[in-house]
């Protein structure tokens, strides 16, 4: 699957796009201006609880967080 089929993944499922993410994450602390302070299974278990997503899609959005993927990757 591609990051970006991920991307739409998540959004039809939770209403939410990765700008809405990184302003989430921003406000639980997992990042400060824009850098992540949070490991993946903090991510992970937030994105679980909160929003029912499967491991794969909350790492999709920890690597969006951690920079290493964004909007325009494959």
Not at 28 to 35: L, N, R
């Amino acid at each position: 699957m591609s990051f970006q089929s991920y991307l739409k993944n998540i959004q039809a499922k939770t209403g939410k796009g990765p700008a809405d993410f990184r302003a989430m994450a921003e406000e639980k602390g997992f990042t400060q201006d824009g850098s992540l302070k949070a490991k993946a299974g903090d991510i992970v278990k937030w994105l679980q609880t909160d929003f029912d997503l499967g491991h794969g899609h909350a790492m999709a959005i920890f690597a969006l967080l951690k920079g290493v993927k964004d909007e325009n990757s494959d």
